[in-house]
């Protein structure tokens, strides 16, 4: 029985001991080193070590050198590979990181006003009707079951692309007395169900007992554009249907240039606005082939240049971005892009894509007087720290005007096709 408490009392000094190791500085210090490191060709990453540390520097040398500097040491990227950092302490190995040599890879910068049209993948429904017939007041599509933000792709068989395909065969329909059969797309989702048109007695022509819509317009800002693969992120955020609330599901759509005519300035509970109107020719510069939570993205027919920076620019990874000082570029008088003052509040380094990454405040005193803060249609606006592109504004907040959301530039990247861990970066197709 001695025996046995002894070896109790023995095991409890030994937890406490290593448990209060965790709190000795040096071992502290190690613990909170990272368990891996992700850096560019021809860029660096630093990364603040124990002033005991010696480090041993393991596989892929021609992948990444490394500098010793006052309490940090240096990564410097040569050519993408992996390779591994081991961090001693007395001699005895503490810690084993994990270094990652990415493919050099750099884009161009927006900033300009853009307009953009979206085509739905078929028709979105986006109210009910009642119909005086002589039964009463009566939805053919409520009858049938079809509710507000479903998209209608097929009628008897033929696809749906834009509601003057509909009419037709409503009309028909209502000749003939039968039933349209239906496709509709419901949360990613098909089913069918068949629809009967009712006569309205007030001008004898056959509804259906639905607001249909097709498309949807509106303006922002483009993100980046990819010289190399012609592809381009804009945005930041989904578009969603006015009336739904739910996003717009693609079929195709097209951007062009904008011109920012007037500011509607953001306050408290009340977030401003830029008004813009498209370009007088309505030229094309690019389609539009995905709108998803990161943004609207697709291809160029033609490069564009912000005037500022007009050459590619590197990117920073979610683990790169600092709370600190940052710029954003955007339009707030008719093309001209400018570069305004703002700071990153907070940032979180997400392994994962994920929106609301960073927030941002605006600190630029011009742009604070012209637009209040963050407004509609600013979207999508590039943020630039350290001289690398790191993100876009998404979304205002409605009680502080001056601060938002950022998403991370690599998801965005992500959500365009472009694959940055490919050394053999995606060819236009």
Same mark, same amino acid.
């Given at each position: 029985?001695?025996?046995?408490?002894?070896?109790?009392?023995?095991?409890?000094?030994?937890?406490?001991?290593?448990?209060?190791?965790?709190?000795?500085?040096?071992?502290?210090?190690?613990?909170?080193?990272?368990?891996?490191?992700?850096?560019?060709?021809?860029?660096?990453?630093?990364?603040?070590?124990?002033?005991?540390?010696?480090?041993?520097?393991?596989?892929?040398?021609?992948?990444?050198?490394?500098?010793?500097?006052?309490?940090?040491?240096?990564?410097?990227?040569?050519?993408?590979?992996?390779?591994?950092?081991?961090?001693?302490?007395?001699?005895?190995?503490?810690?084993?990181?994990?270094?990652?040599?990415?493919?050099?890879?750099?884009?161009?910068?927006?900033?300009?006003?853009?307009?953009?049209?979206?085509?739905?993948?078929?028709?979105?429904?986006?109210?009910?009707?009642?119909?005086?017939?002589?039964?009463?007041?009566?939805?053919?599509?409520?009858?049938?079951?079809?509710?507000?933000?479903?998209?209608?792709?097929?009628?008897?068989?033929?696809?749906?692309?834009?509601?003057?395909?509909?009419?037709?065969?409503?009309?028909?329909?209502?000749?003939?007395?039968?039933?349209?059969?239906?496709?509709?797309?419901?949360?990613?989702?098909?089913?069918?169900?068949?629809?009967?048109?009712?006569?309205?007695?007030?001008?004898?022509?056959?509804?259906?007992?639905?607001?249909?819509?097709?498309?949807?317009?509106?303006?922002?800002?483009?993100?980046?554009?990819?010289?190399?693969?012609?592809?381009?992120?804009?945005? +930041?955020?989904?578009?969603?249907?006015?009336?739904?609330? !739910?996003?717009? #599901?693609? %079929?195709?759509?097209?951007? $062009?240039? =904008? /011109?920012?005519?007037?500011?509607?300035?953001?306050?408290?509970?009340?977030?401003?606005?830029?008004?813009?109107?498209?370009?007088?020719?309505?030229?094309?510069?690019?389609?539009?082939?995905?709108?998803?939570?990161?943004?609207?993205?697709?291809?160029?027919?033609?490069?564009?240049?912000?005037?500022?920076?007009?050459?590619?620019?590197?990117?920073?990874?979610?683990?790169?971005?600092?709370? +600190?000082?940052?710029?954003?570029?955007?339009?707030?008088? !008719?093309?001209? #892009?400018? %570069?305004?003052?703002?700071? $990153?509040? =907070? /940032?979180?380094?997400?392994?994962?894509?994920?929106?609301?990454?960073?927030?941002?405040?605006?600190?630029?005193?011009?742009?604070?007087?012209?637009?209040?803060?963050?407004?509609?249609?600013?979207?999508?606006?590039?943020?630039?720290?350290?001289?690398?592109?790191?993100?876009?504004?998404?979304?205002?907040?409605?009680?502080?005007?001056?601060?938002?959301?950022?998403?991370?530039?690599?998801?965005?990247?992500?959500?365009?096709?472009?694959?940055?861990?490919?050394?053999?970066?995606?060819?236009?197709?």
């Amino acid at each position: 029985m001695h025996t046995e408490k002894i070896r109790k009392m023995i095991g409890v000094i030994l937890l406490v001991s290593l448990i209060s190791l965790v709190f000795i500085k040096p071992v502290k210090e190690y613990i909170q080193l990272p368990n891996s490191i992700t850096v560019f060709e021809t860029q660096y990453s630093k990364i603040a070590v124990p002033a005991q540390a010696a480090v041993k520097q393991n596989g892929a040398k021609e992948a990444f050198t490394i500098q010793h500097e006052t309490n940090e040491l240096k990564i410097n990227g040569q050519n993408s590979g992996e390779g591994e950092l081991v961090f001693d302490l007395a001699g005895m190995p503490i810690k084993k990181v994990d270094v990652k040599v990415l493919p050099d890879f750099k884009v161009l910068p927006g900033g300009q006003s853009i307009g953009v049209k979206l085509n739905s993948l078929g028709v979105l429904v986006v109210g009910h009707h009642q119909i005086n017939t002589e039964n009463g007041k009566q939805s053919p599509g409520e009858i049938a079951n079809i509710q507000i933000g479903d998209i209608i792709t097929e009628i008897n068989g033929t696809s749906i692309e834009k509601m003057s395909d509909v009419a037709p065969f409503i009309q028909d329909a209502g000749k003939t007395g039968k039933p349209l059969d239906l496709v509709i797309s419901r949360d990613n989702k098909k089913f069918k169900t068949k629809l009967v048109p009712l006569k309205d007695n007030n001008d004898h022509a056959y509804r259906i007992g639905l607001y249909i819509r097709d498309s949807a317009a509106g303006i922002g800002t483009m993100t980046f554009y990819d010289p190399q693969s012609k592809k381009y992120g804009a945005l +930041g955020h989904v578009i969603s249907d006015m009336d739904t609330k !739910k996003p717009i #599901v693609v %079929e195709d759509g097209q951007i $062009v240039k =904008s /011109t920012v005519t007037s500011i509607e300035k953001g306050s408290n509970g009340n977030p401003g606005e830029k008004l813009a109107r498209f370009s007088s020719t309505r030229e094309i510069i690019g389609n539009i082939t995905r709108n998803s939570p990161f943004g609207i993205f697709g291809k160029l027919n033609q490069e564009m240049r912000n005037g500022i920076s007009d050459k590619p620019m590197p990117i920073a990874l979610s683990n790169e971005v600092k709370e +600190g000082p940052a710029k954003i570029l955007t339009v707030v008088n !008719k093309d001209q #892009v400018k %570069e305004f003052d703002v700071e $990153v509040v =907070s /940032t979180i380094p997400q392994k994962f894509p994920a929106t609301k990454g960073m927030v941002i405040k605006i600190t630029d005193p011009e742009l604070l007087k012209e637009t209040g803060g963050i407004v509609q249609g600013m979207s999508g606006s590039p943020i630039i720290q350290n001289g690398k592109l790191i993100g876009a504004v998404t979304h205002v907040f409605v009680n502080d005007p001056t601060s938002g959301y950022g998403v991370h530039i690599e998801w965005m990247l992500n959500e365009a096709g472009i694959n940055i861990y490919d050394k053999e970066m995606e060819k236009a197709s």
